[in-house]
Structures are given as structure tokens and as C-alpha cells.
């Protein structure tokens, strides 16, 4: 087998479910060597816990990939998910742009906004910048809000095929290769993702699961990410990726208590099986 090794770069929430602690057993559930640079650690995610911690480790970055230069470190795939801060994003393009090996990919999930609004971290400055990643992406994975943000269009919850090819080309424009936007609905109790890959655009859609679940863009862009490096073509992956975020979102279901994040551990092993 041709044993992938893929670094990501996103925080540590170290409860809730999300970013690291989601990619890391996801991406490797597919089989998958999977390292990790965290950007920063936080006591829970941001978005409904209150009097969080947060700990940014942007000036730790150089220092590690210092080391990593020297040990001769190399990377198959970038994945980049919920950055620190602005500055971090220059530390992430130099990284980018010296510790790839091969036809190496770079992944950005530019985590910085859902439902029309940016994370309390986030403001129009760290937009700016995450537009530079992203043009800077092979792959960018965003949600309709944040193709919103970088574009300049205007967030809609109702829309046709024109929109979503306006954000997608609107991303293109910036520089992204290709571009799998999540979250795209048609239809009520209809949801699914779009792909353009500069050849064309493909549309897979599935249910909606009304119990909406934070955390599922970062098991989304995971499952997607260790497709991909297990060989799977773009539009497969997003599918793979999609039907598993799907199945997540309906075993968590119904549970009151669970509201921060989605019970994707017990399906990690049918996950596998794709593979
Ligand atoms: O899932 C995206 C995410 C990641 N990390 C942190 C977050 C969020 C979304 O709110 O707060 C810290």
C-alpha cells in the first residue's frame, strides 16, 4: 500500500469535538499517517461554551518547523482547518511552500464562519488573509457563508444553480484550484456539496438531518481529506465524505445532551471499510 503522510493544521479544543480532535482519529481511521500542528489550544470550541480558554501558539510554529527541516520531514497532503490568528496564515504558506514532497496537495478549510456569521475570533482583517490561503489552496472545502465572506457576495439561505456557481467561481478566482462547497440545498430536507474542479461542476445531493450539529464541516473536510489520500478521485471523496458526515449527524440524533459536537467515534470502523 502507498502509505500517505499527512500534516493538519488546526487548534486543540480539547472538548467538543471538532478540528484536531476530529481529524486526527478520522484521517487516520482511513489509513492515514495523520501529524499534527496545533494552532492553538482551547479549553472547549467557541461556539456556544462560554468563558473558554485560548492559548495561540503562532510563535511556536517557526521552532517546530525548524526541527522539521532538519529531521528532512516531509509532507504528502497539507490540510488546514481553524487557524489562530492572521499572522499564522504567513507561517502556514511557508510551510506550504517548503515541507511538501511529490505532487503533494494542499487542502484549506478556511473554519471561520457558518449560518451568515464569522466565529467570535474572526474579523474582516483575518478574512482578508484566509483569502491568501486559500488562493494558495489545490482544494478549499468552505461552507456557503464563508465563500460569502471571501467573495464579497451576499449570504443567502435561499438561492439557485447561478449563486453557488458565482461563489465557486468567485473562489477560483482568487486562486483555489478546485472547490468542494458544503451545505448546498435545493430543496427542503435536501442538502449536499458541489464540486468544481476547473473541468466542471458535479452536484451530490442527501438528505437533511434537521438536528444541526456543531463540528460536521471539520469531520466533513477529514473524511474528504483521507479519501483523497487513499487514492479516491475528488467527486468520490466528497461523496465518501458526505454519506459519512450523514450518518454521524443521524446517530447523534436525538440526544439532548450531546449539542456540542456529533458521536462520530462509534462509526469510525464502517468508515474504514471504504478503504
Ligand atoms: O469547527 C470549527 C471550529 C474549530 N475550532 C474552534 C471553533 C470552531 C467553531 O466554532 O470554535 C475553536
Known amino acids: 500500500m502507498d502509505y500517505k503522510r499527512v500534516l493538519t493544521i488546526q487548534d486543540i479544543s480539547c472538548m467538543g469535538q471538532c478540528s484536531l480532535t476530529v481529524a486526527l482519529p478520522i484521517i487516520s481511521a482511513c489509513g492515514v499517517e495523520t501529524v499534527i500542528l496545533p494552532s492553538a489550544v482551547l479549553s472547549t470550541h467557541t461556539a456556544g461554551f462560554k468563558g473558554f480558554t485560548c492559548r495561540d501558539l503562532t510563535e511556536d510554529i517557526p521552532a517546530i518547523v525548524d526541527h522539521w527541516q532538519r529531521e528532512g520531514i516531509r509532507f504528502d497532503a497539507f490540510y488546514t482547518g481553524y487557524l489562530g490568528s492572521a499572522k499564522q496564515i504567513d507561517y502556514v504558506k511557508d510551510i506550504f511552500a517548503t515541507l511538501g514532497r511529490g505532487d503533494y496537495l494542499k487542502i484549506v478549510d478556511p473554519a471561520m464562519a457558518d449560518n451568515g456569521k464569522l466565529y467570535p475570533a474572526f474579523d474582516q482583517g483575518y478574512v482578508e488573509k484566509m483569502k491568501e490561503l486559500c488562493a494558495a489552496a489545490d482544494i478549499v472545502v468552505p461552507n456557503i457563508t464563508e465563500a460569502c465572506y471571501m467573495t464579497g457576495n451576499e449570504y443567502r439561505t435561499v438561492y439557485d444553480r447561478e449563486y453557488v456557481r458565482r461563489l465557486c467561481i468567485g473562489l477560483q478566482t482568487l ?101
Request: charged share 20%; aromatic share 12%.
Open 175 to 275: 486562486g483555489a484550484k478546485k472547490v468542494v462547497l458544503t451545505g448546498v440545498s435545493y430543496a427542503s430536507g435536501r442538502t449536499g456539496v458541489m464540486v468544481a474542479d476547473g473541468d466542471g461542476e458535479t452536484y451530490y445531493e442527501h438528505e437533511f438531518l434537521p438536528n444541526s450539529c456543531h463540528g460536521t464541516g471539520d469531520v466533513y473536510a477529514s473524511v474528504f481529506v483521507g479519501a483523497l489520500m487513499r487514492g479516491r478521485d475528488i467527486v468520490s471523496a466528497a461523496r465518501i465524505a458526505a454519506d459519512f458526515t450523514v450518518a454521524c449527524i443521524r446517530y447523534t440524533a436525538g440526544d439532548v445532551e450531546h449539542w456540542y459536537g456529533v458521536k462520530f467515534e462509534p462509526l469510525l470502523g464502517d468508515l474504514g471499510k471504504n478503504f
